[in-house]
């Protein structure tokens, strides 16, 4: 049994960390020639964030947490690519989609891990 409320609150802080990190990496360290505009910061932060709360709703999405947050972060990822790949800037879109499918992959495991640890805490085995 999973405990679904801490699934998604663990997912969500992913997300924010995760969003939180891709932002500031594209603040900090812009590809060259791209000066960042803060509407895809914030979009870039924003799809992160939305995307740790769909990984943590995914529970009944009956895949390994792997297979599932790769597609759940590749998902997510096309629709942040776009903007780059819009303005010829390869190398942006492809690190978007890149690390979006190891954060997918990273948030759905420890969102999986720590609700069934929670869950499990309480069972007592009977057999």
């Known amino acids: 049994m999973v405990n679904i409320k801490k699934r998604i609150a663990i997912a969500l802080v992913a997300g924010v960390v995760t969003g939180g990190y891709c932002a500031g990496s594209v603040l900090l360290n812009p590809p060259p020639h791209v000066k960042p505009e803060l509407w895809f910061v914030a ?3 924003y799809g992160r964030v939305l995307q740790g709360f769909v990984i943590g709703i995914a529970d009944g999405i009956r895949l390994h947490w792997a297979i599932r947050g790769a597609i759940l972060g590749l998902i997510f990822s096309l629709m942040l690519a776009i903007v780059p790949l819009n303005s010829g800037n390869m190398r942006g879109a492809t690190m978007l989609l890149i690390f ?3 954060y997918g992959i990273i948030t759905d495991a420890v969102a999986t891990w720590a609700a069934k ?3 499990d805490q309480g069972h007592i085995d009977t057999k």
């Open 43 to 45: 979009m870039i932060f």
């Open 117 to 119: 640890a929670k869950a």
């Open 100 to 102: 979006g499918i190891f």
